[in-house]
């Protein structure tokens, strides 16, 4: 159980573009959802905590309006990241709890996202 | 600004040595959060602490928090070949409705059977 999933794992887009990435949480109802990226070799970073039918909370440093992110029901959760440059290239990885075990955070299997 | 320091880096054990990884704070934490990521995987949430003082045992993992709230560790007894991974840690702070949540570099841990 608890099985989350991230669609797409892998995109490349050209500089400029907007591109969107989905997390699911497939068995379990979820209000909170994280959103993280993770460049090679390096730590996660927590961007971003996405709460159902609210605004998200965005870390220091991390733009909003560059990455912006939707929770519109319990089991979805969306990051766009808009006019992508190169240095968003990462590994985007959204995480999420459950509504009746918030100790516990479900991780995706993440997003690689490339811009050329 | 906060930060997390983890270490070491790097821990190559012998299949069935023990195996501790460190994470210390600058700032006092609220909680604290150990993850494990297998390499080419994603990060697996071991456990939060949240006590001063607490300790949590899952299996051959003991967890700890210090009596400050500024450090904390990770030991695996008897490390086996399923334990190969990056273990992190991530310290949350005080502050604003959440708090920033600071992730450490990570330990690698690698085992030799």
């Known amino acids: 159980g608890a099985v989350v999933s991230q669609h797409p794992s892998w995109v490349i887009c050209k500089s400029g573009t907007s591109v969107k990435i989905e997390c699911r949480s497939l068995?379990?109802?979820?209000?909170?959802m994280f959103w993280y990226r993770q460049f090679p070799k390096q730590s996660l970073m927590l961007m971003a905590t996405?709460?159902?039918?609210?605004?998200?909370?965005?870390e220091q440093g991390v733009e909003k309006d560059k990455f912006l992110i939707n929770h519109a029901s319990l089991t979805l959760s969306t990051l766009t990241v808009t006019s992508a440059h190169p240095e968003d290239s990462s590994f985007y990885i959204c995480?999420?709890?459950?509504?009746?075990?918030?100790?516990?955070?479900?991780f995706g299997p993440g997003t690689r996202l490339t811009v050329l | 600004g906060q930060q997390v320091m983890q270490i070491p880096q790097y821990q190559h054990v012998q299949e069935g040595e023990d195996f501790t990884t460190y994470c210390n704070s600058s700032t006092t934490l609220s909680n604290i959060q150990w993850y494990k990521q297998r390499p080419g995987g994603h990060p697996v949430f071991l456990i939060q602490l949240v006590k001063s003082g607490e300790v949590k045992k899952q299996k051959r993992l003991t967890f700890q928090f210090g009596e400050a709230k500024k450090n904390s560790s990770l030991h695996i007894t008897a490390t086996q070949t399923t334990d190969v991974g990056t273990y992190f840690c991530a310290g949350r702070n005080y502050g604003g409705s959440q708090g920033n949540l600071i992730f450490g570099k990570g330990t690698k841990l690698s085992v030799k059977p």
């Open positions: 995480s999420a709890q459950e509504v009746w075990d918030t100790d516990t955070q479900y």
């Open positions: 996405s709460n159902e039918g609210s605004k998200a909370t965005y």
């Open positions: 068995d379990f109802q979820a209000t909170t």
